[in-house]
C-alpha cells in the first residue's frame, strides 16, 4: 500500500476521556508515494518466545515522530486529507 500515491499517515493523539488532543502528519510530496521506511528500525514483538526472545515483526517499522508534520487542529487535517475547496 506504500507504494500508491497520495498516501499519508495521520497520527491522532487522545486524552484518557479520548478527547482528540493534537494530530501529526507523514506524507510523500504531492501525488506521491510515502517516503521509503525501509531502512528505519524494524519493530520487534511485545512478549517474547517461550525462550524470551522478542523476534522482529516484518513489515513494521518505527517512524519517529520527528518524521511527521505537526498539524494545526481538525481543519488544518481536514484540508491536508481533502483540500482547501471543501472547507470554503
Do not use: Y
Request: net charge positive; glycine share 8%; with cysteine.
Amino acid at each position: 500500500m506504500a507504494e500508491k500515491p497520495s498516501g499519508c499517515v495521520v497520527w491522532i493523539f487522545v486524552d484518557d476521556a479520548l478527547n482528540l488532543k493534537a494530530f501529526r502528519w507523514f506524507r510523500g510530496r504531492e501525488a506521491r508515494p510515502l517516503p521509503n521506511i525501509a531502512d528505519m528500525k524494524v519493530l520487534k514483538h511485545t512478549k517474547g518466545n517461550a525462550r524470551g526472545t522478542k523476534s522482529e515483526r516484518q513489515g513494521h517499522r518505527v517512524i519517529r515522530q520527528s518524521n511527521f508534520d505537526i498539524i494545526n487542529g481538525m481543519d488544518d487535517l481536514l484540508r491536508r486529507l481533502l483540500g482547501n475547496a471543501i472547507l470554503n
